[in-house]
């Protein structure tokens, strides 16, 4: 939360990266594979998300994980336009989606 105010793209990657980690933490805590087989047409990401909601993520989280993903990519593409009060909502959400993935812990 610290870097919205001064570097808010900044903000949006770190906040990101900590989401995908929450994700790997659930993943070893379940012994579930890294990663996507190397024949599927998806991504690793969208393979390791629809496990995710195997294991119970709502649809309303899941949804939440798209809509931050797309954010994510837009704050990357085009980062004059995040502005901070953009990027401390983005990391209240990444928090939100967070303390859901940890339930399924």
Same mark, same amino acid.
Do not use: I, N
């Given at each position: 939360?610290?870097? @919205?105010?001064?570097?808010?793209?900044?903000?949006?990657? /770190?906040?990101? #990266?900590?989401?995908?980690?929450?994700?790997?933490?659930?993943?070893?805590?379940?012994?579930?594979?890294?990663?996507?087989?190397?024949? +599927?047409?998806?991504?690793?990401?969208?393979? @390791? *998300?629809?496990?995710?909601?195997?294991?119970?993520?709502?649809?309303?989280?899941?949804? #939440?994980?798209?809509?931050?993903?797309?954010? *994510?990519?837009?704050?990357?593409?085009?980062?004059?336009? /995040? @502005? +901070?009060?953009?990027?401390?909502?983005?990391?209240? +959400?990444?928090?939100?989606?967070?303390?859901? #993935?940890?339930?399924?812990?």
């Amino acid at each position: 939360m610290d870097l @919205t105010e001064h570097g808010p793209v900044a903000a949006v990657c /770190v906040a990101w #990266l900590c989401l995908l980690d929450c994700v790997a933490e659930l993943q070893r805590a379940h012994g579930a594979g890294q990663g996507a087989d190397s024949l +599927s047409p998806r991504s690793p990401l969208v393979e @390791t *998300w629809l496990w995710v909601v195997d294991l119970g993520l709502s649809p309303e989280a899941h949804q #939440l994980f798209a809509r931050l993903q797309a954010l *994510w990519r837009e704050a990357l593409r085009d980062p004059h336009l /995040v @502005t +901070s009060a953009a990027a401390r909502d983005y990391v209240r +959400s990444c928090h939100a989606l967070a303390a859901e #993935l940890r339930k399924l812990l």
